[in-house]
């Protein structure tokens, strides 16, 4: 028994030495690589078909030496009773992520997503199992790695040519997908994730085969199987063609393939020589001409919804490529302007020191008007900055991520359900300027933003639409499991150790898991303010693949995915730093 039980664990290992090479990435590989897979059989694959608009010489993944300082705070002895409170945390996470993921495989194994109010299925990111391909990594994390496995095995035959909807969002299937494999691979060292990692970017580079290279972002992939003409979008998101590059360039570093690089060097090259040309020099407007390759056009600042994650990518392509003086500059010139222009100081209750970030109108150069709107969707700003100051050593610009992620901390405990919502305006009183509160002020501001006139009784309307002081409007009540909010409480806190922080995100937590739970899993909430308002019956991927995986890490010790070792990308899966 104990001979046939050796043979067996060898047998095992001998089949997992296939597949595992963790060493890839940095040292064994000095050519190429290239998948196992082959194309030479009858099926339709991506890299046959013939390029349109082939490139004649690529820009070179470029290599530093820099040693950037160190990201993480060096954290100190942890005491047992601290230890202890941890871990229970980080337990309770687990167990809500757990049971997600029994609901998704057991009702919706292989869709994209579960329905969790109704335990039924749906497909909302091509069909290729959006939930499995973005939880991989996260269940890796957590140490469920008989969950990881099953994951990997069934996603094997996940066939990336087969399309079930007409038109795929490039940037959705980049960000969830291929970041989900790349992750997934730098974590295990499963080959196969590399593989797989290769077959959507092999999809995804005909989406750059246009006559000046620009991808085409919300993409007909019916169409360009058939080889019809395609040509880059003339009104596109800068979030959607500006943040493929973080996926892109650690594919080209695993691969030593340039190629990789070389897609997303051209648009960022647009970027950079545009930055300084439009109304608001620093910002590029929400929306861009990709065909006339005109990024300085337009009257909409912010970086909030539409644009978040190109700045983001700005400090992680820095991270990224271990230095880089081209996004360092892009990076300080966008926060100086952003900082400026749409970070603002809201008029709250208890006077409150935190900073909130908002939108910027300019139709004219040189003037611009502020738009104090805040959004679940742009607390991502806090740790973009903490991680940015902490990088190019700007101290200011750490001190601002933490009162923009204090904004978001407030505003998750100024709702009756202790959960922020999408969207809702406050006032605001200026940068640096004391602005006590003001219950008359406040109530104007309310009335104004309802549209009635002076005289009409603003308690009214508070009471009407549910405002906590301090709110003047909510436009969008709902909480949709987003990540936003706890992911720069998590960065902040791997950044200045401040165990605040711990406690902050364990009452958004625990607050987040008693309203969302449902009978299947964790659902999204219709409006923070009320508690009696009915669930939607979504769970978006990013649940599991974001907003628990940050839960996890906060609770974990801060050796977990260092910042040191890796940088997310905006679906908050962790790649590699060189
Ligand atoms: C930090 O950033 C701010 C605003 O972006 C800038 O004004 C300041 O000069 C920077 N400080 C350092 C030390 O680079
Ligand atoms: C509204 C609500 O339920 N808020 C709760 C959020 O969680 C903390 C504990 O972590 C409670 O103290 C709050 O009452």
Redesign the pocket.
């Known amino acids: 028994m104990v001979v046939l039980a050796l043979i067996v664990l060898f047998l095992l290992q001998k089949l997992d030495f296939l597949h595992f090479i963790p060493s890839l990435p940095d040292n064994v590989q000095s050519t190429p690589y290239t998948p196992e897979q082959s194309v030479d059989d009858d099926r339709f694959h991506w890299k046959k078909l013939p390029l349109r608009y082939p490139v004649s010489s690529y820009a070179h993944l470029p290599k530093s030496n820099a040693k950037l300082p160190q990201v993480q705070h060096a954290f100190g002895h942890e005491s047992t009773e601290e230890a202890t409170i941890r871990q229970k945390r980080q337990k309770e996470v687990k167990r809500v992520l757990q049971r997600c993921w029994s609901s998704y495989r057991e009702h919706a194994w292989l869709s994209d997503e579960l329905a969790p109010v109704t335990g039924s299925k749906k497909d909302t990111f091509g069909g290729w199992a959006a939930t499995l391909a973005d939880t991989l990594d996260t269940l890796w994390i957590a140490d469920l790695k008989d969950e990881f496995h099953d994951g990997v095995e069934a996603l094997l035959d996940i066939d990336f040519t087969k399309i079930s909807q007409g038109e795929i969002n490039v940037f959705e299937t980049t960000i969830r997908y291929l970041g989900g494999f790349i992750a997934a691979f730098d974590l295990s060292g499963d080959r196969r994730l590399l593989d797989k990692a290769i077959e959507v970017a092999e999809m995804l580079y005909i989406a750059f085969d246009t006559p000046n290279r620009m991808p085409i972002t919300r993409w007909n992939v019916k169409d360009a199987a058939a080889g019809k003409p395609q040509l880059a979008g003339e009104g596109v998101l800068v979030a959607e063609i500006g943040s493929l590059s973080l996926e892109f360039t650690r594919l080209a570093q695993i691969t030593r393939n340039d190629k990789w690089y070389d897609c997303i060097d051209r648009i960022m090259q647009v970027f950079d020589r545009q930055q300084g040309s439009s109304n608001i020099p620093g910002m590029w407007p929400l929306v861009v001409n990709a065909r006339t390759q005109d990024f300085a056009s337009g009257d909409h600042f912010t970086l909030a919804a539409m644009a978040d994650s190109l700045y983001e990518y700005l400090p992680k392509m820095y991270a990224l490529l271990g230095g880089s003086s081209m996004y360092a500059k892009m990076y300080e010139d966008a926060m100086s302007t952003a900082i400026q222009e749409t970070v603002f100081k809201p008029m709250v209750p208890d006077n409150a020191d935190i900073l909130l970030s908002g939108n910027a109108r300019s139709d004219r150069r040189g003037e611009s008007q502020l738009q104090p709107q805040g959004q679940h969707l742009v607390c991502y700003a806090g740790g973009m900055l903490a991680l940015g100051g902490r990088l190019l050593k700007n101290e200011t610009h750490i001190e601002l991520g933490r009162k923009l992620t204090d904004g978001c901390i407030w505003t998750y405990e100024a709702t009756?359900?202790?959960i922020m919502p999408e969207v809702f305006d406050m006032m605001p009183c200026g940068l640096g300027s004391k602005c006590p509160w003001d219950e008359a002020k406040w109530k104007s501001s309310v009335l104004e933003k309802a549209s009635q006139d002076s005289g009409a009784d603003a308690s009214e309307v508070i009471k009407h639409e549910r405002l906590p002081p301090g709110f003047t409007s909510i436009s969008d009540r709902r909480y949709i499991l987003r990540p936003e909010a706890i992911e720069s409480v998590f960065l902040l806190y791997r950044i200045t150790g401040d165990p605040l922080l711990q406690e902050k995100a364990?009452?958004m937590f625990?607050?987040i898991s008693?309203y969302t739970e449902t009978e299947f899993a964790n659902a999204a909430l219709r409006d923070v303010t009320d508690p009696s308002a009915p669930k939607d019956d979504s769970m978006e991927s990013f649940w599991t693949a974001e907003t628990l995986k940050y839960f996890y890490l906060i609770f974990s010790e801060p050796d977990l995915i260092s910042l040191d070792k890796f940088v997310f990308n905006t679906e908050a899966h962790p790649f590699r730093r060189p």
């Open positions: 009756p359900l202790g364990w009452q625990t607050n008693k």
